[in-house]
């Protein structure tokens, strides 16, 4: 029990904070880095994020870089100060501040912490060149009569350079505006309420002081809390009407100038205090003289006390009545403008006036009162000295002064003497720590009336050796040391709520913090805890002593080197010479929870303790320690006993035979499932020492029993510990090493309930899975032991009649159905049922005395639950799986009844779908899968892996167990959502989205279909499609893998596989609202042991339940997707949206269930032409795709040759003309020497005559080729060329073959091209002449040799 530095909140976004006030000097980056710290500090976050390298920031150098800078003094040239409930903290440097709130938050371990966030920044000067130089926080009571102490609000008073006095509330804004002076403020400091120590002290009243260089002003703390509240309602009102104008009440205050010192840097106000008539006397003998007349009753004074040089400190005394107040003018700036960050940021809702009356208001100062004079009444003179600062004491007695010398000084304020100091703490920063005496602490036989005690600690931090001590005053030695970092700040609020008085303060519990240390390498707030005793010396407390002797155990439990003997010898001295009870019992406490004690010492050592307690006065016996002795004795020998019948006993003992009925049958029909599930989890793992089935220790099994009113109970703990507890008790019995009847007998007389050892016995079953599995026995131990259980008196109700549900045994179920350990579970489940059943039938024949079969509700519990594990066993061996190497699956996943009733009626086929994208199973597989268990066909074809011949047969396991859950359409649909969710984790893997839709496709209902596709369109793929389309439209071509990856957030390649995914989804889409009409919706069911399944809906259901959507909009986006899939896929310059007119631009990435505008009626020629070229590149990008594929001999998917029906299909809807396109297609084909792809396509051009005169120029371009552009120009070529005509020569060398990009073709294939030329041109035709010229001059080429 010694003075301790705990923890109790951690400041948030220190480094945001930091980078705000120091914008220059802390900036390590470039204009970027501090455009995004600003908007950290606006809360101005986006949506979309990064896309483009996020862990590029995180390297070596950069965060060693920031370590140092953390490090780095910045926050001693700032303002700090911190609210007495330590719920608002304020950082403030030249004209910016920022307020950090506190907010409460769960931590990894569970535990909730306070941290301290920022709730406003900005700029807070409002004249010209003026800067903050003083901040305080006042929190302000609440007058409701349900307050318990906490605040109402916090107002923030800041003082500036320029004399103003600003408040503002805590999310920044102003309230009120004052300038009482016209120097810099140099502190601000307020007193409040404190409830009166003694009867005869003054009640002291609540201020506001605020010191100037030459003047000190107080503000009445009564006057100041109506005129914040008021101006506070008058700001909220003005806000709801849009009004700036507010009108603040007058502020009541003193203003003193204080005279006879050179400088002055602090003050602190004592309050009003009054002298004794001999003080009177001396003063007024002094001062006057012998003759001095002396009043009857002392005057009321108010005392004030400042440093600074010349004199050292000086004491001023104001009598009451000698001033009166001033009463405030309206604060102009206030009054006119509510200039506030907030209000500036919200001037939507707020009316401001014009930029010239903002000028003329602002130039225009309220009047400055005059100060009083108030010469000093005497000071301690040191010429060299320089004081820095005072901090007063929360009794107002003493206050310590730093200087700059490097001394710390006590004074004593009512004496006006210095009476210690303390040399070598240069810049110390000071406070104070009241500690108040408990009740208990002191001896009632001495002192039974006497007031509580109270304690003054003074704390002294020196950040240059970076130690926080503690003094105790007033000539106290040093009772604590800490080592802390050299530039943390002691904050000190010297004050608590501001309105409080003798009568609202009654039966409040005010919490407010005295001291804190804010470290900003970690932003820790620490708090400093001093026990009362440390004030008291060792000649008036006891405690001292027996703290003394309480250490001493300490140092002999920590050392492991002394014999066993010796050990307890001095720990049982130590005990008994322990004189106060609460002490005793942490003594033995710390014995009792020591690891290296063994269990004889700990037995002797409690003994005789409670002997020594036994002959004292039973008046004299504290009841509490007696019991804890008596109870603790207890304990060690029942661990002591439980201990001795787990050893090995050699003697002979008769071996029991049990009857089992039933129990054989049951495991026989679930031993399959366990042999499979055995198989799966028998991989090996990683275990460690603590984990291993070792003894128990004495100090744990001390620490989980208690007596609690005669009766042993577990203490509730994780199911770590209670497995532990449960394996000591229990585990030789299960495993056969230990008598069964044996050990239940002494548990039985140890008295435990029954229903907790039930609970440690089944924690121990069901967290050693493992262990049982491999023990033949555990089985037949366990029914033993449950028998045995059940039938102590006390477990099973003596009213239970088998009609209702027992607590017993419903105990054991819920356990079970808990339980992620699913073999387990159903052993004790199978177990416990035939105990159960055993016993509702001697209960039925002891009443009936009749051969009647036994039907009762608690049977009917058990055969729901058995069923119900069982289930979960089939389903859990599937899940147990190993993912194939490689793979992204992560760790298995466990499942109980519990969680699978709790997740919906979803949960089953959500766990299955989650296993088969762990597996990678492709949707045709499992679709093969499903199809043969409802045929009951054996594979057809040999699978590759044994992996898959397992998972093929798990799968058909858990399908037979859940018809309904994990019907196909409904595994489908799941399947499709986890694939869909998955890859928008990690969208550059496109497998997934196309799996996704591939699954998607197998629904067979076209109302789940609808959903899910409807689903997965409006969560995951719009915002990134209409980032593609909008992405496209800006560059008017494919984009590269930079820019997808920043607007899109995947690669270009990505991109493309998505851009065709979104293809098949909206196909699905619309081909499932075709068929809507024909299908009546499905009705969600599950099975009937799950029907009690509850919690959120299922994805099936939610598909069910969508609204149908416009098939026409659905259509319009698919025609995009296919245009933005077509460019991407082969890199064509593409404008998508200007492709349509403004209804359709309108009418993309709107909701699909709502009717819009779409175009109709006859496009825009221009419009159409532009699609028609981008039609004709799609084809001839897929004609190049597909000659390249046959050059490298590359089997051509029959994905990639839908590009020609795909074209087809956009005509109609893009209102371009068929039959060109075609035509196009057939040139292309030509063109490529693709001359078999263009005859297939020929057949369906309807226009023969035009495509007749395109493929004559191609012919001709061909034969030009072979004749004139040839390198080898033989001599039977040029006479067949000076045997042709004249104009057909002509016509041949005006061709230009170097469009072909294919121009060596076999003349063969020219034979037939020119053969379908001839066929489709008429004879009338122009060119038909040429035709057959063209036929004669291949066919003389043909028989040239």
Same mark, same amino acid.
């Given at each position: 029990?010694?003075?301790?530095?705990?923890?109790?909140?951690?400041?948030?976004?220190?480094?945001q904070?930091?980078?705000?006030?120091?914008?220059?000097?802390?900036?390590?980056?470039?204009?970027?880095?501090?455009?995004?710290?600003?908007?950290?500090?606006?809360?101005?976050?986006?949506?979309?994020?990064?896309?483009?390298?996020?862990? /590029? %920031?995180?390297?070596?150098s950069?965060?060693?870089?920031?370590?140092?800078?953390?490090?780095s003094p910045?926050?001693q040239?700032?303002?700090?100060?911190?609210?007495?409930c330590?719920?608002?903290?304020?950082?403030?440097?030249?004209?910016?501040?920022?307020?950090?709130?506190?907010?409460?938050?769960?931590?990894?371990s569970?535990?909730?912490?306070?941290?301290?966030?920022?709730?406003?920044?900005?700029?807070?000067?409002?004249?010209?060149?003026?800067?903050?130089?003083?901040?305080?926080?006042?929190?302000?009571a609440?007058q409701k009569?349900?307050?318990?102490?906490?605040?109402?609000?916090?107002?923030?008073?800041?003082?500036?350079?320029?004399?103003?006095?600003?408040?503002?509330?805590?999310?920044?804004?102003?309230?009120?505006?004052?300038?009482?002076?016209?120097?810099?403020?140099?502190r601000?400091?307020? $007193?409040?309420? #404190?409830?009166?120590?003694?009867?005869?002290?003054?009640?002291?009243?609540?201020?506001?002081?605020?010191?100037?260089?030459?003047?000190?002003?107080?503000?009445?703390?009564?006057?100041?809390?109506?005129?914040?509240?008021?101006?506070r309602?008058?700001?909220?009102?003005?806000?709801?009407?849009?009004?700036?104008?507010?009108?603040?009440?007058?502020?009541?205050?003193?203003?003193?100038g204080?005279?006879?010192?050179?400088?002055?840097?602090?003050?602190?106000?004592?309050?009003?205090?009054?002298l004794?008539?001999?003080?009177?006397?001396?003063?007024?003998?002094?001062?006057? !003289?012998?003759?001095?007349?002396?009043?009857?009753?002392?005057p009321?004074m /108010?005392?004030?006390?400042?440093?600074?040089?010349?004199?050292?400190?000086?004491?001023?005394?104001?009598?009451?009545?000698?001033?009166?107040?001033?009463?405030?003018?309206?604060?102009?700036?206030?009054?006119?403008k509510?200039?506030s960050?907030?209000?500036?940021?919200?001037?939507?809702?707020?009316g401001w006036?014009?930029?010239?009356?903002?000028?003329?208001?602002?130039?225009? %100062?309220?009047?400055?009162?005059?100060?009083?004079?108030?010469?000093?009444r005497?000071?301690?003179?040191?010429?060299?000295?320089?004081g820095?600062?005072?901090?007063?004491?929360?009794?107002?007695?003493?206050?310590?002064?730093?200087?700059?010398?490097?001394?710390?000084?006590?004074?004593?304020?009512?004496?006006?003497?210095?009476?210690?100091?303390?040399?070598g703490?240069?810049?110390?920063?000071?406070?104070?720590?009241?500690?108040?005496e408990?009740? @208990?602490e002191?001896?009632?036989?001495?002192?039974?009336?006497m007031?509580?005690?109270?304690?003054?600690?003074?704390?002294?931090?020196?950040?240059?050796?970076?130690?926080? #001590?503690?003094?105790?005053?007033?000539?106290?030695p040093?009772?604590?040391?800490?080592?802390?970092?050299?530039?943390c700040?002691?904050?000190?609020?010297?004050?608590?709520?501001?309105?409080?008085?003798?009568?609202?303060?009654?039966?409040?519990?005010?919490?407010?913090?005295?001291?804190?240390?804010?470290?900003?390498v970690?932003?820790?707030?620490?708090?400093?805890?001093?026990?009362?005793?440390?004030?008291?010396?060792? %000649?008036?407390?006891?405690?001292?002593?027996?703290?003394?002797?309480?250490?001493?155990?300490?140092?002999?439990?920590?050392?492991?080197?002394?014999?066993?003997a010796?050990?307890?010898?001095?720990?049982?001295?130590?005990?008994?010479?322990?004189?106060h009870?609460?002490?005793?019992?942490q003594?033995?406490?710390?014995l009792?929870?020591?690891?290296?004690?063994?269990?004889?010492?700990?037995?002797?050592?409690?003994?005789?303790?409670?002997?020594?307690?036994?002959?004292?006065?039973?008046?004299?016996?504290?009841?509490?320690?007696l019991?804890?002795c008596?109870?603790?004795?207890?304990?060690?020998?029942?661990y002591?006993d439980?201990?001795?019948?787990?050893?090995?006993?050699?003697s002979?003992? #008769?071996?029991?035979h049990?009857?089992?009925?039933?129990?054989?049958?049951?495991?026989?029909?679930?031993?399959?499932?366990l042999?499979r599930?055995?198989e799966?989890?028998?991989?090996?793992?990683?275990?460690?020492?603590?984990?291993?089935?070792?003894?128990?220790?004495?100090?744990?099994?001390?620490?989980?029993?208690?007596?609690?009113?005669?009766?042993?109970?577990?203490i509730?703990q994780?199911?770590?510990?209670?497995?532990?507890?449960?394996?000591f008790?229990?585990? !030789?019995?299960?495993?056969?090493?230990?008598?069964?009847?044996?050990?239940?007998?002494?548990?039985?007389?140890?008295?435990i309930s029954?229903?907790?050892?039930?609970?440690?016995l089944?924690?121990?079953?069901?967290? $050693?899975?493992?262990?049982?599995?491999?023990?033949?026995?555990?089985?037949?131990?366990?029914h033993?032991?449950?028998?045995?259980?059940?039938?102590?008196?006390?477990?099973?109700?003596?009213?239970?009649?088998?009609?209702?549900?027992?607590?017993?045994?419903?105990?054991? $179920?819920?356990?079970?159905?808990?339980?992620?350990?699913?073999?387990?579970a159903?052993?004790?489940?199978?177990?416990?049922?035939?105990?159960?059943?055993?016993?509702?039938?001697?209960?039925?024949?002891?009443?009936f005395?009749e051969?009647?079969?036994?039907?009762?509700?608690?049977? #009917?519990?058990?055969?729901?639950?058995?069923?119900?594990?069982?289930?979960v066993?089939?389903?859990?061996t599937?899940?147990?799986?190993?993912?194939?190497?490689?793979?992204?699956? @992560?760790?298995?996943s466990?499942?109980?009844?519990?969680?699978?009733?709790?997740?919906?009626?979803?949960?089953?086929?959500?766990?299955?779908?989650?296993?088969?994208?762990?597996?990678?199973?492709?949707?045709?597989?499992l679709?093969?899968?499903?199809?043969?268990?409802?045929?009951?066909?054996p594979?057809e074809?040999?699978?590759?892996?044994?992996?898959?011949?397992?998972?093929?047969?798990?799968?058909?396991?858990?399908c037979?167990?859940?018809?309904?859950?994990?019907?196909?359409?409904?595994?489908?649909?799941?399947?499709?959502?986890?694939?869909?969710?998955?890859?928008? %984790?990690?969208?550059?893997?496109?497998?997934?989205l196309?799996?996704?839709?591939?699954?998607?496709?197998?629904?067979?209902?076209?109302?789940?279909?609808?959903?899910?596709?409807?689903?997965?369109?409006?969560?995951?793929?719009?915002?990134?499609?209409s980032?593609?389309?909008?992405?496209?439209?800006?560059?008017?071509?494919?984009?590269?893998?930079?820019?997808c990856?920043?607007?899109?957030?995947?690669?270009?390649a990505?991109?493309?596989?998505f851009?065709?995914?979104?293809?098949?989804?909206?196909?699905?889409?619309?081909?499932?609202d075709s068929?809507?009409?024909?299908?009546?919706?499905p009705?969600?069911?599950?099975?009937?042991?799950w029907?009690?399944?509850?919690?959120?809906?299922?994805?099936?259901?939610?598909?069910?339940?969508?609204?149908?959507?416009?098939?026409?909009?659905?259509q319009?986006?698919?025609?995009?997707?296919?245009?933005?899939?077509?460019?991407?896929?082969?890199?064509?310059?593409?404008?998508?949206?200007?492709?349509?007119?403004?209804?359709?631009?309108?009418?993309?990435?709107?909701?699909?269930?709502?009717?819009?505008?779409?175009?109709?009626?006859?496009?825009?020629?221009?419009?159409?032409?532009?699609?028609?070229?981008?039609?004709?590149?799609?084809?001839?990008?897929?004609?190049?795709?597909?000659?390249?594929?046959?050059?490298?001999?590359?089997?051509?998917?029959?994905?990639?040759?839908?590009?020609?029906?795909?074209?087809?299909?956009?005509?109609?809807?893009?209102?371009?003309?068929?039959?060109i396109?075609?035509?196009?297609l057939?040139?292309?084909?030509?063109?490529? @020497?693709?001359?078999?792809?263009?005859?297939?396509?020929?057949?369906?051009?309807?226009?023969?005559?035009?495509?007749?005169?395109?493929?004559?120029?191609?012919?001709?371009?061909?034969?030009?080729?072979?004749?004139?552009?040839s390198?080898?120009?033989?001599?039977?070529n040029?006479?067949?060329?000076?045997r042709?005509?004249?104009?057909?020569?002509?016509?041949?060398?005006?061709?230009?073959?170097?469009?072909?990009r294919?121009?060596?073709?076999?003349?063969?294939?020219?034979?037939?091209?020119?053969?379908?030329?001839?066929e489709?041109?008429?004879e009338?035709?122009?060119?038909?002449?040429f035709?057959?010229?063209?036929?004669?001059?291949v066919? /003389?080429?043909?028989?040239?040799?």
């Amino acid at each position: 029990m010694s003075c301790c530095l705990l923890e109790f909140g951690r400041v948030q976004e220190l480094r945001q904070v930091r980078d705000f006030l120091f914008p220059k000097q802390y900036q390590s980056g470039p204009e970027e880095k501090k455009t995004q710290a600003e908007n950290e500090l606006t809360w101005d976050d986006s949506d979309w994020g990064s896309w483009e390298n996020p862990d /590029s %920031k995180e390297d070596g150098s950069q965060a060693e870089e920031e370590e140092q800078q953390q490090s780095s003094p910045w926050l001693q040239d700032c303002v700090l100060s911190l609210s007495p409930c330590s719920d608002l903290l304020v950082i403030a440097r030249e004209h910016k501040a920022a307020f950090l709130s506190a907010k409460w938050r769960t931590d990894e371990s569970g535990q909730e912490e306070m941290a301290l966030t920022v709730s406003w920044s900005g700029t807070l000067s409002a004249e010209e060149g003026e800067c903050i130089s003083s901040v305080i926080c006042i929190p302000l009571a609440s007058q409701k009569r349900s307050s318990t102490g906490r605040p109402d609000w916090t107002c923030i008073v800041i003082g500036f350079t320029s004399g103003y006095v600003r408040f503002y509330t805590e999310s920044g804004v102003l309230l009120l505006s004052q300038l009482l002076h016209e120097d810099p403020v140099l502190r601000l400091k307020c $007193r409040t309420y #404190e409830i009166p120590r003694h009867p005869g002290v003054t009640e002291q009243h609540e201020e506001l002081s605020i010191l100037y260089p030459a003047a000190l002003v107080t503000i009445d703390g009564f006057s100041l809390f109506q005129s914040l509240r008021a101006c506070r309602n008058q700001v909220a009102r003005a806000a709801a009407a849009g009004s700036d104008v507010i009108q603040p009440p007058p502020l009541a205050y003193k203003k003193w100038g204080l005279q006879d010192m050179d400088t002055i840097t602090d003050h602190c106000s004592l309050g009003i205090t009054t002298l004794s008539v001999f003080d009177q006397m001396k003063n007024a003998s002094i001062l006057g !003289g012998f003759h001095a007349s002396v009043k009857g009753s002392p005057p009321a004074m /108010s005392q004030y006390i400042t440093v600074g040089g010349g004199p050292y400190t000086g004491f001023y005394y104001a009598i009451e009545g000698s001033s009166q107040p001033l009463l405030s003018h309206v604060a102009l700036a206030v009054a006119s403008k509510l200039t506030s960050a907030l209000f500036s940021a919200a001037s939507g809702w707020l009316g401001w006036k014009s930029k010239n009356e903002e000028e003329s208001v602002q130039k225009q %100062k309220p009047k400055v009162e005059p100060a009083t004079p108030l010469p000093v009444r005497f000071g301690l003179p040191d010429s060299r000295r320089h004081g820095e600062s005072i901090c007063l004491s929360p009794c107002n007695t003493m206050a310590g002064v730093t200087d700059d010398f490097g001394r710390v000084t006590l004074l004593d304020v009512a004496r006006g003497i210095t009476i210690r100091m303390w040399k070598g703490y240069r810049d110390a920063q000071l406070g104070w720590v009241q500690v108040s005496e408990a009740f @208990g602490e002191r001896d009632t036989a001495t002192s039974p009336s006497m007031p509580r005690r109270h304690a003054q600690f003074l704390v002294i931090y020196a950040p240059r050796r970076g130690i926080l #001590e503690v003094w105790g005053t007033q000539h106290g030695p040093r009772v604590g040391a800490f080592t802390v970092g050299k530039h943390c700040r002691m904050l000190y609020a010297g004050h608590r709520l501001m309105g409080v008085n003798s009568v609202t303060s009654q039966g409040w519990q005010i919490h407010t913090q005295q001291v804190c240390l804010f470290d900003p390498v970690s932003g820790a707030l620490r708090a400093i805890t001093i026990p009362f005793h440390l004030a008291l010396s060792d %000649k008036k407390s006891e405690r001292a002593k027996d703290m003394h002797l309480l250490r001493r155990l300490t140092s002999l439990l920590r050392s492991r080197e002394v014999e066993p003997a010796l050990f307890e010898s001095e720990a049982q001295s130590v005990l008994l010479d322990i004189k106060h009870p609460a002490l005793k019992k942490q003594a033995l406490e710390s014995l009792l929870s020591n690891k290296n004690a063994p269990v004889s010492c700990l037995t002797g050592v409690t003994h005789a303790l409670l002997d020594s307690l036994k002959e004292q006065d039973p008046e004299a016996v504290d009841e509490s320690l007696l019991q804890f002795c008596s109870s603790q004795l207890k304990l060690l020998q029942l661990y002591k006993d439980v201990q001795l019948l787990h050893t090995p006993d050699t003697s002979p003992t #008769e071996p029991e035979h049990l009857s089992f009925s039933g129990i054989e049958e049951d495991l026989a029909r679930v031993r399959p499932v366990l042999q499979r599930y055995t198989e799966m989890n028998s991989r090996p793992y990683v275990s460690f020492a603590q984990d291993s089935g070792g003894p128990l220790p004495v100090r744990t099994f001390l620490s989980q029993l208690d007596w609690v009113n005669g009766e042993l109970r577990v203490i509730k703990q994780p199911n770590t510990d209670w497995t532990q507890l449960g394996s000591f008790l229990f585990w !030789g019995c299960l495993s056969g090493q230990s008598v069964l009847q044996r050990v239940c007998e002494t548990l039985q007389e140890s008295g435990i309930s029954p229903q907790q050892l039930l609970s440690l016995l089944l924690s121990v079953w069901l967290n $050693r899975e493992k262990e049982i599995l491999k023990c033949s026995d555990a089985v037949s131990n366990l029914h033993t032991l449950m028998s045995t259980l059940s039938s102590m008196k006390g477990a099973v109700e003596e009213s239970w009649d088998g009609q209702c549900v027992s607590p017993w045994w419903q105990q054991v $179920r819920t356990a079970c159905v808990q339980s992620e350990s699913a073999a387990a579970a159903l052993l004790a489940a199978l177990v416990s049922h035939r105990v159960a059943k055993s016993a509702i039938t001697k209960l039925a024949e002891s009443k009936f005395q009749e051969e009647w079969e036994c039907v009762s509700l608690e049977l #009917e519990q058990w055969v729901v639950c058995i069923k119900q594990l069982e289930d979960v066993l089939a389903l859990q061996t599937l899940l147990c799986l190993p993912p194939p190497q490689g793979s992204t699956g @992560g760790a298995v996943s466990r499942c109980s009844v519990k969680t699978l009733l709790e997740s919906g009626r979803g949960g089953v086929a959500d766990c299955v779908s989650k296993l088969i994208f762990r597996q990678g199973v492709p949707p045709d597989l499992l679709r093969d899968i499903l199809q043969r268990r409802r045929k009951n066909q054996p594979t057809e074809q040999p699978l590759q892996q044994g992996e898959e011949e397992r998972l093929e047969e798990l799968l058909e396991c858990v399908c037979q167990r859940f018809p309904n859950s994990l019907s196909p359409d409904v595994l489908f649909a799941h399947c499709s959502w986890e694939h869909v969710v998955q890859w928008n %984790k990690d969208p550059e893997v496109g497998q997934y989205l196309e799996w996704s839709v591939e699954f998607l496709k197998m629904i067979s209902n076209p109302h789940i279909q609808l959903g899910i596709s409807a689903m997965m369109w409006h969560t995951f793929i719009v915002k990134r499609f209409s980032a593609a389309a909008f992405l496209m439209e800006k560059v008017g071509k494919a984009p590269k893998d930079r820019l997808c990856r920043r607007d899109v957030g995947m690669g270009d390649a990505a991109v493309r596989s998505f851009l065709g995914s979104c293809v098949q989804l909206l196909q699905a889409l619309m081909e499932a609202d075709s068929g809507v009409e024909d299908v009546s919706a499905p009705d969600v069911c599950v099975e009937e042991v799950w029907s009690s399944a509850e919690g959120p809906v299922s994805i099936v259901e939610l598909a069910v339940d969508q609204r149908s959507v416009h098939y026409p909009l659905v259509q319009h986006h698919c025609v995009l997707a296919s245009l933005l899939h077509a460019a991407m896929t082969f890199s064509l310059r593409l404008k998508p949206l200007s492709l349509f007119d403004s209804k359709g631009k309108n009418a993309f990435f709107r909701d699909l269930i709502s009717i819009q505008l779409l175009p109709s009626g006859d496009m825009d020629p221009n419009l159409v032409a532009v699609r028609q070229e981008f039609l004709m590149n799609v084809l001839t990008g897929w004609v190049k795709a597909l000659a390249e594929a046959e050059e490298n001999g590359v089997k051509h998917s029959g994905t990639e040759d839908v590009w020609p029906s795909v074209c087809m299909e956009l005509t109609s809807l893009l209102q371009v003309n068929t039959d060109i396109l075609r035509r196009h297609l057939v040139c292309e084909l030509y063109n490529q @020497g693709l001359d078999l792809w263009a005859e297939e396509v020929m057949m369906e051009v309807e226009d023969k005559d035009v495509l007749g005169s395109q493929l004559l120029v191609l012919m001709g371009q061909r034969l030009s080729f072979s004749l004139l552009h040839s390198q080898s120009q033989t001599k039977p070529n040029m006479e067949l060329l000076a045997r042709l005509p004249p104009t057909l020569c002509t016509w041949l060398k005006a061709m230009n073959p170097s469009e072909l990009r294919c121009p060596s073709v076999p003349l063969s294939q020219s034979s037939r091209l020119i053969n379908k030329v001839i066929e489709m041109l008429p004879e009338n035709h122009t060119q038909y002449s040429f035709a057959l010229q063209l036929l004669e001059a291949v066919d /003389s080429l043909q028989a040239e040799p």
